[in-house]
């Protein structure tokens, strides 16, 4: 049972109403997800989280995907069932195939190709352990052709991963589902599943129950870490 109320959209107003306008257009989705809405009882807090999650996770050198991929494993190991329901849903509509998923959450070691897999590892040994990480963690990844300004991001990412997790679990926000009206004024429901870890962000109509992926931006890049 949520812990806190959301707020929602059509009850946000001010600076909470523009972050999730933000929101909207930077996930590329229709509804505002339930742990932005938690945030929304504080105005303040929503802001400041919204920018962070914009500016580390969609921007810089490293791509989305891997980013999302980290933060995936990161949930996964640290059991918030929100966010690992929530990105592994961003996963798959920014192109991360079925098997990749399933590591993820099941075997990260099985991840391809191997760099991708070593930048998830080293984020999550980073996130649990940290005290752990040593020269060789580091080096491990300048072996593969990564940066030290992409190390920084894929550090920042960690970083920022290990807030929402512990936050969704005390607020306990409910899974997406959202009743909505598309431009033709039809009622649709949007629901966000973790189907055997696979999960998908649906639009599901008043009909027979076609099932629509809703689209998110192009992905600027979708090359691993240190690629031209």
Known sequence: MAQLKPIPEHEASGEAARVYEEIRETLGIVFVPNFFKTLANSPTALRATSEA?????????????????????????????YCETAHLAFCKLLGSDSETRRSLVENLDAILPRRSADVVKFAVKA?????????????????????????????????????????????????????????????????????????????????????VELPLPAVRDMAEPGDA
């Open 53 to 81: 999650y914009r500016n580390v996770l969609w921007r810089g050198n490293v791509p989305t995907v891997l980013k999302e991929m980290m933060f995936v494993a990161i949930s996964a190991a640290r059991k918030c069932h």
């Open 127 to 211: 996130a649990l352990n940290p005290a752990e990480m040593d020269s060789a963690d580091y080096q491990g990844l300048r072996d593969h052709g990564i940066s030290d300004a992409e190390i920084a991001e894929i550090l920042a990412m960690t970083a920022f991963s290990r807030y929402p997790a512990p936050a969704a679990s005390l607020w306990q926000p409910p899974v997406e589902r959202h009743q909505v009206r598309n431009e033709g004024g039809q009622r649709i429901e949007v629901r966000m599943e973790r189907i055997e870890t696979l999960a998908r962000i649906s639009v599901r109509d008043d009909g027979p129950g076609i099932i």
